[in-house]
Nanobody
């Protein structure tokens, strides 16, 4: 199993940014991909997830309306589109895999850094 997040960078507040997560080594069945972020000095937090089988999604309340998670199964790629970015969105962003009904994410990719300047 491999996961690799990419697309991070430096943007100004209010601008959009789209992240990608290249995934390989597993099928869509029972698998979910989650996006997490960890800001400097803060705990990692989950911000969104998507089911690879039926596209079910969910979002952390603080990002609802600004983030959209999507999948392109033939390309084995997940996306996180972010709009109206704020300085507090600055963090390392990670994608991770979860198999339903196990309790924890079992594979994590290397993160991509998003920096939002004010």
């Amino acid at each position: 199993v491999q996961l690799q997040a990419s697309g991070g960078g430096l943007v100004q507040a209010g601008e959009p940014l789209s992240l990608s997560c290249a995934a390989s080594g597993f099928t869509a069945d029972y698998n979910f991909i989650g996006w997490f972020r960890q800001a400097p000095g803060k705990r990692r937090e989950g911000i969104s997830y998507i089911s690879l089988s039926d596209g079910e999604t969910d979002y952390r309340d603080s990002v609802k309306g600004r983030l959209t998670i999507s999948r392109d199964n033939p390309k084995n790629t997940l996306y996180l589109q972010m709009i109206s970015l704020k300085p507090e969105d600055t963090a390392m962003y990670y994608c991770a895999k979860w198999v339903n009904p196990t309790p924890e994410y079992d594979y994590w990719g290397r993160g991509t850094l998003v920096t939002v300047s004010s």
